[in-house]
C-alpha cells in the first residue's frame, strides 16, 4: 500500500471514529498532493519519496505557524497547529540517529573501496549517491554531506 493510499483509508477510518481534526488534517494533506500532482502542463503522480517529502514540509509549516502563535501569545491556535503536525508526523518514517547515518556512510565507503576506487574529496557525488538513496529523508541532508566530507578528509 503507498503513502497516498494508505491517507485514503485513513480519511475513512477518522469518519469512522468521528475525529474530526485528523480527518480535516489528512483531507488538507490529500488536497495539497492533489493540488502537486495536477500543477504544471502535465499532470503527474507522486510516489513515496516525494509525498514523504510533501508531508516534511506540511509538518515543518505547521511547526513554524505554531512557534509564530506561541510568540504572539496564542496558546490555543499554536497547540492545534501542534496536533496537526504531529498527525501528519505519524505518515512519516522514523528518523535515523547520526550513528545509523554514519554506518550508512562507513558501508558506502567501503563498497567503493572494494571496488577498488580510489576515494578522494572528489568522491563525495559517488558516496552520496547510495547514501542518499538509503537516508531519502529520514535525516538532514545537509549533515549526511559534512559526515561525507569527513569521511574523505
Same mark, same amino acid.
Do not use: F, H
Given at each position: 500500500m503507498t503513502l497516498k493510499e494508505r491517507l485514503k483509508a485513513d480519511v475513512v477510518d477518522h469518519m469512522k471514529a468521528g475525529n474530526k481534526l485528523a480527518?480535516?488534517?489528512?483531507?488538507?494533506?490529500?488536497?495539497?498532493? %492533489?493540488?502537486?500532482? =495536477?500543477? &504544471? =502542463?502535465?499532470?503527474?503522480?507522486?510516489?513515496?519519496?516525494?509525498? %514523504?517529502?510533501?508531508l516534511q514540509k506540511e509538518a515543518a509549516k505547521?511547526?513554524?505557524t505554531a512557534r509564530i502563535y506561541t510568540?504572539? &501569545?496564542?496558546?490555543?491556535?499554536?497547540?492545534?497547529?501542534?496536533?496537526?503536525?504531529e498527525i501528519i508526523e505519524a505518515y512519516l518514517p522514523k528518523a535515523l540517529t547520526r550513528e545509523e547515518v554514519e554506518a550508512i556512510v562507513d558501508d558506502a565507503v567501503e563498497a567503493l573501496k572494494a571496488d577498488g576506487q580510489e576515494l578522494s574529496?572528489?568522491?563525495? &557525488?559517488?558516496?552520496? =549517491?547510495?547514501?542518499?538513496a538509503k537516508v531519502a529523508g529520514r535525516f538532514d541532508g545537509k549533515t549526511v554531506s559534512e559526515i561525507v566530507r569527513g569521511r574523505l578528509a
Open positions: 480527518l480535516t488534517t489528512v483531507r488538507n494533506v490529500l488536497g495539497e498532493i %492533489t493540488t502537486r500532482e =495536477k500543477s &504544471g =502542463k502535465t499532470p503527474v503522480e507522486l510516489d513515496d519519496a516525494q509525498v %514523504t517529502s510533501l505547521r511547526r513554524d510568540e504572539a &501569545g496564542e496558546a490555543d491556535r499554536a497547540a492545534a497547529e501542534v496536533a496537526e503536525a574529496m572528489r568522491s563525495i &557525488g559517488a558516496v552520496m =549517491k547510495p547514501v542518499t
